[in-house]
């Protein structure tokens, strides 16, 4: 969700792979298929996860198909059930396989995702992304609204790939579109439409919840 979280999966398989070592870039619900894309217009091919993926299924045969398994890299993280995260611990654990999962902490409804929930109980570091996400006041973003037709909602089923366009320009009825906005505004659902409040600050342009 503009946190440049799939930018950092990019580098670090990038990084990790142009130093010789085997690994998995695994995506989640992208919406270029099976791959990592960025805003950036960077993309890898990846793994891709489902609800259903046995993990340590996936790293045993990668491991198998190419001798080695040294890393995997996890995009969208926060959609894995619990189950699914600890099996990224057991490829650690039983497989001596560095995995980075990233994702995000919170759904549009302000609660910790599944997925996101689990790590933090499990992972051995977490770090926090940092980045000049603003709400439209100038704000530091903290929360991911979803809109649909425009209009703020906090209820819903938690996975709606949403799409915008690149301008944030107000989607038509019904569609499902995201923005990051302060927490003051996310509450009440105050977004950066044309519809809101006169804008103290650069408006975010709106981006994939990816
Ligand atoms: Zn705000």
């Known amino acids: 969700m503009g946190s440049g979280k799939s930018t950092l ?13 085997n690994g998995l870039l695994c995506s989640y619900l992208d919406r270029g298929g099976s791959q990592v894309s960025s805003r950036l217009g960077v993309s890898a091919p990846a793994v891709e996860v489902e609800l259903t993926t046995d993990l340590v299924h996936i790293a045993q045969e990668a491991n198998r198909r ?11 993280a926060q959609f894995y059930s619990a189950a699914q995260v600890d099996h ?5 654990d039983e497989m001596g ?6 994702g995000l902490l919170t759904d549009f ?30 704000a530091r973003a903290t929360h991911n609204a979803r809109l649909v037709g425009g209009v703020q ?22 569609e499902v579109s995201y923005e ?22 650069p ?8």
């Open 9 to 21: 999966a990019l580098q670090i398989h990038h990084n990790l792979s142009t130093r010789g070592l």
């Open 66 to 76: 190419l001798g080695s398994l040294e890393y995997m890299v996890c995009d969208e």
């Open 180 to 201: 990051l906005l302060c927490r003051r505004h996310w509450l009440r659902g105050e977004t950066g439409r044309p519809t809101a409040p006169p804008r103290l600050g």
């Open 88 to 92: 990224l611990a057991r490829v650690v």
């Open 109 to 138: 409804r302000g609660r910790l995702f599944e997925g996101t929930a689990r790590l933090l109980e499990v992972a051995d570091e977490r770090d926090e992304l940092h980045v000049e996400a603003r709400c439209w006041c100038g």
């Open 153 to 174: 909602v906090y209820e819903g089923d938690l996975v709606v790939v949403g799409d915008v366009s690149a301008d944030g320009s107000e989607n038509s009825e019904g």
């Open 203 to 210: 408006a975010i342009v709106s981006e994939d919840p990816a």
């Open 97 to 102: 396989v560095d995995v980075h999962a990233l």
